[in-house]
């Protein structure tokens, strides 16, 4: 089957499954259509996926990372090369710019919301959202299951609490495994207890590497975006932070990457080094 096929066949297939847009007039443009099937995949709640749907939509979503190019560690630049820099771990640490679903690495870093299930609002520009269109219907699934066994154990209405760590598969991105943690919220201004919560996200990560010998993670811009911590104060906890843990624990790292999107951000990242 052909990707343009793939395509027409998982737009009707999710249609039906939604029950409610089953009639849903579809447009004769791929552009039209990629954004149907992204927003149908996205406000799908977490339940069983027909086998052989499952199987097209990750030849899909696998054959759309290949042509969106998949960009191996070994290039990725180190900030020895790519800075010049003389820090103590210049050689183990980088700053990317770029969409973070095309790293294949261990891991990389989701910025999730306290339900831990993805962001439903159909094409939100939230990495989030990235992630789980890219990764497929399967990580909702999976994150739901987590957090069914959490409720579980303490009880229904139990939410994430920021700054913890929760692995998943990686589905159909090149990376092995998503960590999702839950940033801190800046409401009106920033305060010393927001700060320690954005710290214990980046620390709580790379104790969740450890633990499963993740060895090489990529960190999105954490609470920057719709979370609305300022950007330069959050790359100075971000990089303050990786560098206090990998003093006692770099010898468990290959690479510790900060993936950032905005040139501002890419700037104050590079100020660290």
Excluded at 40 to 47: E, G, S, T, V
Excluded at 168 to 178: E, R
Excluded at 224 to 233: I, L, R, S, V
Excluded at 235 to 259: C, M, P, Q, Y
Aim: hydrophobic share 35%; aromatic share 8%; glycine share 4%.
């Amino acid at each position: 089957m052909e990707q343009k096929q793939r395509l027409d066949y998982l737009v009707e297939k999710f249609k039906e499954d939604s029950g409610e847009y089953s009639d849903l007039a579809v447009p004769d443009s791929e552009p039209e259509k990629r954004r149907i099937l992204r927003s149908l995949m996205n406000i799908r709640m977490p339940r069983h996926l027909d086998a052989e749907v499952q199987e097209v939509q990750d030849a899909f979503l696998q054959e759309d990372a290949r042509e969106k190019g998949i960009v191996t560690l070994d290039q990725i630049p180190t900030v020895k090369d790519s800075c010049n820099s003389r820090d103590v771990f210049a050689e183990k640490i980088s700053i990317w710019q770029g969409d973070i679903t095309r790293l294949q690495v261990g891991a990389i870093v989701n910025a999730a919301n306290s339900q831990m299930l993805g962001c439903f609002v159909p094409c939100h520009r939230c990495i989030d959202n990235a992630i789980h269109s890219a990764a497929g219907v399967e990580l909702r699934a999976e994150c739901s299951h987590q957090m069914n066994q959490k409720r579980i154990r303490y009880g229904r209405n139990y939410e994430e609490p920021t700054g913890q760590a929760m692995l998943t598969k990686g589905y159909n991105l090149p990376a092995d495994h998503v960590i999702h943690t839950v940033g801190p919220i800046v409401y009106y201004e920033v305060t010393d207890a927001l700060r320690q919560d954005l710290k214990n996200c980046y620390e709580n990560v790379l104790r969740c590497c450890m633990e499963h010998q993740i060895r090489s993670v990529a960190f999105c811009c954490i609470s920057t975006g719709e979370f609305h911590f300022p950007n330069k104060e959050a790359a100075e906890i971000a990089v303050d932070t990786v560098k206090r843990f990998l003093e006692k624990h770099g010898d468990a790292f290959d690479r510790v990457i900060f993936n950032v999107f905005k040139d501002m951000d890419l700037e104050y990242y590079m100020r660290q080094f």
